[in-house]
């Protein structure tokens, strides 16, 4: 992301809010590109300045932690490690250990708490993260445990002491994605449950009304919708339904008669298809409206961050328009491209990954997830 861009983004993030905590992904040093540490977490933390707070898994470790922090503390010194909060803590003689180890060797660094190792914290997941909060029963009454446990074992008042403003002096320059109509239906419900905030947000803000339905209740998208978004999620866990989901199939095929834009991005373009085979090998009748079958019983993770052009024109601008998006999908295309235009060259830690994506009409989507308009 560029400089301009980010101080965009944290500009509006810092302006609507009293504390911005913002959660890292994979190792702190873990990002794209060739040398493997571009969008890395400690690239962010660089650029903003926000300090960072580690949570280190401490089950089996003793005195050596110290050692493991010290690695991090000098692995770049620009990245302004702040503190450390202690996971999977055995008992509070261990806690006590892995305090005083730090303490004694890292004076500068905070010793923020110590979570004891808790079966209750340990959430249900499946293959793309943690099983969605609205698919889990008595949610509300885990997330109270989990911030009692919190509450009891780490300083949450140091730890938000330690917040500061980013330093950012960049002009702020985010060019949201354009919407794909004036009234956008959006399918919502647990087959359909990820899209980026950011991005609905910014079709509201363009002028664009946003109208949600949900497929698992065989609803159709809105008659007096000028265009259709179905987001990334777990059609693949709800096969069956989709597949036996009249009203909705004929909505959206209605939809794409009569011109209207769809748009689907990864679980949301696999419905898009012919067909998806689950995770049994099963195949199950979906949309139609793209030469496309995806198969979830022949998985291979793909992963990481990416850039697009728009290779013809469309609701999402002009041929040439550049997007940033990110890819993150088990399932396959087992057919892909036959009686249908390609949407998007596209490519990923800066190496060309070919063309994505399909377009038929006024249908198209990819497994890429948008995330905002890349302007040079």
Known sequence: MRPSTLAGVVAELEGSADIVLCEGVMGLFDGTGIDGEAGSTAEL????????????????????????????????????????????????????????????????????????FDPALVLPSRHLGLVPAGEVAEAN?????????????????????????????????????????????????????????????GWRRQGSELCFFSPLAN?????????????????????????????????????????????????GYMVLGNALVDGDGRNHRMAGLLPLVTS???????????SVRLLQGGPLGAAGAEFRGHEFHYATAVQEGAAG????????????????????????GSFIHLIDRFDG
């Open 45 to 116: 933390a660089r650029l903003t300045g926000w300090p960072i707070v580690l949570i280190v898994d401490a089950k089996g470790q003793g005195a050596s932690v110290a050692a493991l922090l010290r690695g991090f503390a000098n692995h770049d010194p620009l990245v302004p490690l702040a503190g450390a909060i202690f996971n999977r803590v055995a008992s509070p003689r261990h806690a006590e250990l892995l305090k005083n180890a730090a303490v004694r060797h890292l004076p500068f660094l905070a010793c923020l708490g110590a979570l004891p």
């Open 141 to 201: 009454a885990v997330i109270d445990y989990c911030a009692a446990r919190i509450a009891a074992t780490v300083d949450i008042d140091r730890v938000l002491g330690l917040a500061r403003r980013s330093t950012l002096s960049f002009k702020p320059a985010i060019t949201p994605i354009p919407p794909l109509g004036r009234r956008t239906a959006v399918a919502w419900d647990r087959a359909f449950c990820f899209a980026y905030s950011a991005v609905l947000e």
């Open 219 to 267: 609803e159709a998208p809105a008659g007096d919708a000028d265009a259709v978004y179905l987001p990334g999620g777990y059609p693949e866990l709800w096969a069956d339904r989709l597949a036996s989901a009249e009203q909705f199939l004929a909505g959206l095929r209605q939809a794409a008669a009569d011109g209207k834009p769809i748009f689907g991005e990864c679980g």
């Open 296 to 306: 979830f019983a022949e998985r291979r993770l793909l992963l990481g961050c990416r």
């Open 341 to 364: 235009r390609l949407l998007f060259a596209a490519d990923g830690a800066g190496k060309e990954i070919g063309a994505q994506g399909l377009r038929r009409g006024s249908v198209s």
